[in-house]
């Protein structure tokens, strides 16, 4: 069906160009978690982890299986049959933008974990509470941009609007609510969806950038200093 509809006039290289893609990408996924799952068996046959690691352990390499079935769960959707649908062949912008926010979670909690294993903590000023309510601002706001960006390469919401910062000729869109229930926009409609990713890559820049001007003000671990400031560098990249 995506064939006739979509992609008829592809050539057998472009095809395996796709195909090797999305090969690569799953064996890559299939040795991430092996190398989870194999060296978790024997450090835990060895009793080399303790009782609270062991529950890091199995929470690791759940999310990791987890992961592999959202994404067999994802791409099965880009393959069923909609007779009542109008639309080009795709994947379900929901379930990409499941697949990819339990990919950043399984980052981030291997990353936590890693870190919390190899690098003491530090102890830093009580005065750093309205600090760390930055850093949460900025985490979850960063957490938030990416699933927003599921969400345009789902629908090809990209595609929409192509100028910056105005979208066409207009701040706000005339279509940004077009859809009903009003509620639909926001998953559903292009304009809304690029909208919100847009708002919510701007929101986690000032963030991180009020976060880092904050940092200076206080006395902080080398490390940490040195953690935030890479911090405002990738987000200047992004």
């Known amino acids: 069906t995506a064939f006739h509809s979509l992609n008829h006039d592809m050539t057998l290289t472009e095809f395996k160009f796709i195909w090797y893609m999305e090969y ?10 092996l190398a989870y799952i194999l060296p978790a068996a024997y450090f835990w046959r060895k009793g080399w982890l303790n009782r609270p690691m062991k529950g890091c352990v199995l929470a690791l390499c759940g999310l990791v299986c987890f992961q592999g079935l959202l994404g067999w769960y994802m791409v099965k959707s880009g393959l069923e049959e909609k007779p009542d649908s109008y ?21 981030s909690a291997s990353l936590w974990t890693g870190l919390s294993l190899l690098l003491p903590r530090h102890k830093v000023p009580n005065s750093v509470a309205i600090q760390s309510l930055t850093s949460d ?5 960063m957490f938030y941009s990416g699933i927003a960006g599921a969400f345009v390469a789902g629908l090809d919401a990209g595609l929409v609007y192509n100028s910056f910062p105005k979208m066409g000729e207009r701040w706000i869109p005339d279509d940004l609510l077009a859809f009903s ?30 976060l880092y001007f904050l ?21 200047c990249l992004q």
């Open 215 to 235: 940092s200076r003000k206080i006395p902080l671990p080398r490390r940490t200093r040195m953690a935030v400031t890479s911090l405002l560098a990738v987000a």
């Open 87 to 107: 639309d080009i062949p795709r994947v379900s912008q929901y379930r990409l933008a499941a697949h990819l926010g339990s990919a950043l979670v399984l980052y």
């Open 181 to 210: 229930p009003m509620l639909r926009n926001i998953f559903e409609n292009p304009t809304t969806v690029q909208f919100d990713h847009r708002i919510l890559g701007i929101s986690s820049f000032t963030a991180i950038t009020v």
């Open 24 to 33: 690569s990408h799953r064996m890559w996924g299939r040795v991430v978690g």
């Open 137 to 141: 601002a900025s985490s979850s706001l």
